[in-house]
């Protein structure tokens, strides 16, 4: 709605408290399994810290009980008790000893143990950046995948083996990290969700009262006034004496009469307004296209395109190594050519890769094209490492395998790249090749251009993780075992765009994979330039 801007800053400022906005972070579902064994172990000591205090309230109550006895006897006849020697003795002993050692036991700290250990333990433990990461994957996955909220809460996931849902409180806390992102329409979604489960009766410490506030900020956020002065009655009948509430319910109020004094104009300027919203959160439709091919919508091979696709056996042009026992590959794709290998990574190496990458897995990290500096970008959200051949035979072996099938020099390709996509880590849209506009993209390589990309499908998926190439339509399927190769250049050396491809958020399960780029340098013979330029 076409609100007076300045007013509204002035007016709004006791609205809400305003909340700086995070970064985006993700954990890898390696170092995610290490804090399921840090949790597992916490409550092993918790339990260990239960039953000592159990066995000392145990010794307090034997010794309670005992004591009752024996004054409900004595106090009868108090005389008399004290007339044998032996009860004077003892009720001395008592009161100057043994109540003494109760007094010590009763304040003997049995929590030292695991205080201890959750000291030790804390400084794995995930803080809030990475609780506002794991939040802003639920809502990417939510987007991605067209899940609506109560699927979500309801934990109603294809593939999953644990089934989990979201308690009142759950949403509301992703509603609170939905606003503190300025992100009001999740936060809308996912405080209505958090009221609706309190309605259906869920008993939860979620208040509503704090629920609506939030929820009808939101909602007029995004220009529903009626929506929001309907919520804010609702909030006073709660609570008649909410400060907050009862100072934006004039101000709607206001803000109503102002605007049905408003002339047509203001009506067609409103309407504009709403349009150009759309708009803009109709931002790009090539992320419409990547989010359609990562639900496997949109795909844009026709039936007689599909039948040039073959599979065979391929012993890498007569390579040696390959001519008595050829390797299984299919077509995947025609332009660009994308071919898939199977059975081409065996287990036992995959663990090997997995194992040398974990304890160097950091974010992953993009090449700057102006500066050709490695640094993080929202837009790849995972954990990756990199392996050198001289450290293992088995990266060796794997290199070697990659330079007889595809024919390329890998002497002068990266270093095999080990990535790890937990739940909503994903890579958007981009081109693995540098273009025309970055000519400084791998200069300090000193290779060339990335020719070609091999990447290893390290395990299966659940659900989600597909590499989609939005520009042509095609989603690649991750299948534990196999690796999927294409050019990035033409042999001109021109860069084909069509390639551009993303890698979808994981939706259930994690991702395992592994890349090798390999590099202009060292094809000059193994891949000849032709003088047409996209050829």
């Known amino acids: 709605m076409a609100f007076n801007k300045v007013w509204c800053a002035l007016a709004l400022g006791f609205l809400l408290p305003f909340s700086c906005a995070h970064t985006d972070f993700f954990t890898s579902i390696g170092h995610m399994t290490d804090l399921i064994n840090t949790e597992k172990d916490l409550v092993v000591s918790l339990k260990d810290y239960i039953k000592a205090e159990e066995s000392k309230l145990e010794q307090i109550k034997k010794w309670a009980e005992k004591l009752d006895q024996l004054t409900a006897t004595a106090t009868k006849d108090p005389e008399g008790f004290l007339g044998h020697p032996v009860n004077a003795f003892k009720l001395m002993k008592r009161l100057n000893t043994e109540w003494g050692e109760l007094e010590s036991l009763v304040l003997k700290d049995m929590s030292d143990g695991f205080i201890s250990n959750m000291t030790i333990q804390r400084q794995f433990f995930p803080n809030d950046e990475d609780q506002t990461g794991a939040a802003k994957a639920l809502l990417r996955l939510q987007d991605t995948y067209n899940l609506d909220t109560d699927t979500l809460s309801r934990g109603n996931l294809p593939g999953v083996k644990h089934k989990s849902f979201l308690t009142a409180e759950d949403c509301f806390e992703l509603g609170k990290i939905a606003y503190t992102e300025a992100d009001y329409y999740h936060t809308e979604l996912w405080m209505e969700q958090a009221l609706k489960q309190l309605d259906e009766g869920e008993v ?30 609702r909030l006073l009948e709660l609570d008649p004496e909410h400060q907050r509430a009862n100072g934006n319910m004039k101000y709607f109020e206001y803000i109503m009469a102002k605007e049905k004094e408003g002339n047509k104009s203001s009506t067609d300027s409103e309407e504009q307004e709403k349009e150009t919203e759309v708009k803009k959160k109709d931002y790009l439709p090539e992320r419409r296209k990547y989010e359609m091919l990562c639900r496997g919508e949109g795909l844009k091979m026709t039936p007689r395109r599909q039948k040039r696709l073959f599979c065979r056996y391929y012993d890498g042009n007569r390579n040696p190594r390959y001519i008595l026992g050829p390797v ?20 036992e190496e995959i663990e090997t890769v997995k194992e040398l990458a974990k304890p160097r897995l950091r974010r992953a990290t993009i090449s700057n094209p102006i500066t050709g500096a490695l640094e993080t970008a929202h837009y790849r959200i995972s954990k990756s490492a990199w392996l050198s051949g001289y450290e293992s035979p088995v990266v060796s072996r794997i290199n070697t395998r990659i330079q007889d099938l595809t024919g390329l020099d890998v002497s002068t390709a990266e270093e095999l790249q080990v990535a790890n996509y937990g739940v909503g880590g994903q890579y958007e849209p981009h081109f693995d090749f540098a273009r025309a506009n970055e000519p400084d993209a791998f200069k300090e390589l000193g290779t060339g251009n990335r020719i070609a990309t091999w990447l290893f499908y390290m395990s299966d998926v659940s659900a989600g993780g597909a590499t989609v190439f939005p520009e042509v339509g095609a989603s690649v399927w991750p299948r534990k075992g196999t690796a999927v190769f294409w050019y990035n250049l033409f042999p001109s050396g021109e860069g084909d765009y069509s390639t551009r491809h993303a890698a979808c958020p994981v939706l259930v399960g994690n991702k395992w994979v592994s890349n ?5 340098r060292g094809q000059e013979f193994r891949r000849p330039c032709t003088l047409s330029e996209l050829e």
């Open 204 to 233: 939860s410490s979620a208040d509503k009262v704090y629920i609506l506030d939030y929820l009808s900020y939101a909602v007029y956020q995004q220009g529903d006034l009626g929506k929001a002065m309907a919520l804010t009655k």
């Open 328 to 347: 299984k590959q299919e077509d995947e794709w025609d332009k660009p050519r994308i071919v898939r290998f199977l059975d081409i990574i065996s287990d």
């Open 516 to 520: 090798k780029w390999l590099h202009e």
